[in-house]
């Protein structure tokens, strides 16, 4: 699935419940590996900590783990940090030299 960017809307399925959000940030992570990134998103439902949820667009689905959940009491929502592995932008092929 295609690294959403900062405004996109997701739909996230976390234990039965479907939330649609926009995304407030995305956060790009190569030492972790291609692909690596977290996201955050505002919701009035609660995730917890290491939990599991599903990113999905159509019907494509990923994996996305909840690593952070932080409440703003003040706004009457939460802040969650996701953690997931998009596709990876397509290399450059190089070409090999002819013999």
Sequence with gaps: MKKPIHGDELTIRYQGATVTARCNDVTELPKNGPGAAKLTIHSKVLFHNGGQAILTDGATE???RVERVTSLPHERTNLI???GLFD???EVATAS???
């Design 62 to 64: 990923m994996p996305l």
């Design 81 to 83: 940090s996701f953690y």
């Design 88 to 90: 990876a932008p397509a």
């Design 97 to 99: 030299p002819s013999p």
